[in-house]
């Protein structure tokens, strides 16, 4: 059986994906910073960074939530979770090179705290179903946020402020038993004192 990407790789590619956005995006807009695009844009630059990572895998995007379950082995007779939202559909979802599902991603950015926890209780929920016999193993949260400076605040301290408090939030929103595990970009500051972060928050059913 081939060896599988590591976790702590998947992790790392969608900071750098988020990071390689902003990047991108402020070059070829001539200033402009990422939020400023549709998420979509950095979702693409996450799913090529996840592809570049040696090893078997496949990565979808905007694949459907009732699908994956599905195909992961996470269905069940009865009412399903509200929390799931199974008409929707997962940013992106990592595929073990066998076909199964792995991991589903959500990319979220300059959204509030509350939009990001609708996806965390999906995650969860998802990764609840069944999951003894469900191949999906974790769910990771890909955010971007950006500050200029504000009165009571420099740039810098608003994009940790906040980044700090969404983890917090996050931790105090999942199940007991779930691993949450963020991993954050260093802050990066332009001469006018604006700053934005990515970070990226993994989520695991233990």
């Given at each position: 059986?081939?060896?599988?990407?590591?976790?702590?790789?998947?992790?790392?590619?969608?900071?750098?994906?988020?990071?390689?956005?902003?990047?991108?995006?402020?070059?070829?807009?001539?200033?402009?910073?990422?939020?400023?695009?549709?998420?979509?844009?950095?979702?693409?630059?996450?799913?090529?960074?996840?592809e570049k990572i040696p090893g078997?895998?496949?990565?979808?995007?905007?694949?459907?939530?009732?699908?994956?379950?599905?195909?992961?082995?996470?269905?069940?007779?009865?009412?399903?979770?509200?929390?799931?939202?199974?008409?929707?559909?997962?940013?992106?979802?990592?595929?073990?090179?066998?076909?199964?599902?792995?991991?589903?991603?959500?990319?979220?950015?300059?959204?509030?705290?509350?939009?990001?926890?609708?996806?965390?209780?999906?995650?969860?929920?998802?990764?609840?179903?069944?999951?003894?016999?469900?191949?999906?193993k974790f769910g990771i949260i890909?955010?971007?946020?950006?500050?200029?400076?504000?009165?009571?605040?420099?740039?810098?301290?608003?994009?940790?402020?906040?980044?700090?408090?969404?983890?917090?939030?996050?931790?105090?929103?999942?199940?007991?038993?779930?691993?949450?595990?963020?991993?954050?970009?260093?802050?990066?500051?332009?001469?006018?004192?604006?700053?934005?972060?990515?970070?990226?928050?993994?989520?695991?059913?233990?």
């Open positions: 059986m081939p060896k599988q990407v590591p976790r702590k790789a998947i992790v790392d590619a969608v900071v750098l994906g988020i990071s390689n956005a902003q990047y991108d995006y402020e070059k070829l807009s001539g200033g402009d910073w990422v939020w400023m695009a549709a998420e979509y844009w950095i979702t693409t630059y996450v799913a090529k960074e996840i078997k895998k496949l990565v979808t995007i905007e694949s459907s939530v009732k699908k994956t379950i599905k195909d992961a082995g996470g269905s069940r007779v009865g009412r399903p979770a509200g929390a799931a939202r199974l008409g929707g559909r997962f940013d992106l979802v990592l595929w073990y090179a066998s076909g199964y599902p792995r991991a589903v991603i959500e990319i979220k950015s300059q959204s509030s705290i509350d939009a990001v926890l609708k996806d965390v209780d999906r995650i969860q929920s998802v990764l609840k179903r069944r999951s003894s016999l469900s191949t999906l890909g955010y971007y946020f950006s500050s200029r400076p504000l009165k009571t605040k420099s740039g810098k301290e608003k994009v940790t402020s906040q980044i700090e408090a969404l983890i917090r939030e996050v931790k105090g929103r999942v199940y007991t038993g779930t691993k949450v595990v963020p991993t954050i970009s260093s802050i990066q500051v332009e001469e006018s004192g604006d700053a934005w972060a990515a970070c990226a928050i993994l989520i695991v059913v233990v």
